[in-house]
């Protein structure tokens, strides 16, 4: 089992900057791929990132490419996504995910994902 958490989101103007952090506790973080999703009001669950479990290989949605950074601190038992020149269709809620590593599904698939945070809301006005 594992829990995550994020925090750190906000309401922030057009081209502003967020950071969120998912802090994870219970069993070896560092086993665990770490995926970030978002949900807009009336629309499914989308892929934004995610990040391999040794923090080596990260991969992201096209529309967030360039903006969007995903790292990790296996160290802290966290993963951070650094959002850079945000915009209003960026505004969701932000949720963290893990799965255990080595899961041939793609990354980008939420229900390949074991474990949930409750998620965090970003609001970008414009």
């Known amino acids: 089992q594992v829990q995550v958490v994020e925090s750190g989101g906000g309401l922030v103007q057009a081209g502003g900057s967020l950071r969120l952090s998912c802090a994870a506790s219970g069993r070896t973080f560092s086993n665990y791929d770490l995926g970030w999703f978002r949900q807009a009001p009336g629309k499914e669950r989308q892929f934004v990132g995610a990040i391999s479990w040794s923090g080596g290989s990260t991969s992201y949605t096209d529309s967030v490419k360039g903006r969007f950074t995903i790292s990790r601190d296996n160290g802290k038992n966290s993963v951070y996504l650094q959002m850079n020149s945000l915009k209003p269709e960026d505004t969701a809620v932000y949720y963290c995910?893990?799965?255990?590593?080595?899961?041939?599904?793609?990354?980008?698939?939420?229900?390949?994902?074991?474990?949930w945070g409750q998620g965090t809301q970003v609001t970008v006005s414009s």
């Open positions: 995910a893990a799965r255990y590593r080595g899961r041939l599904y793609p990354k980008s698939d939420p229900s390949s994902y074991d474990f």
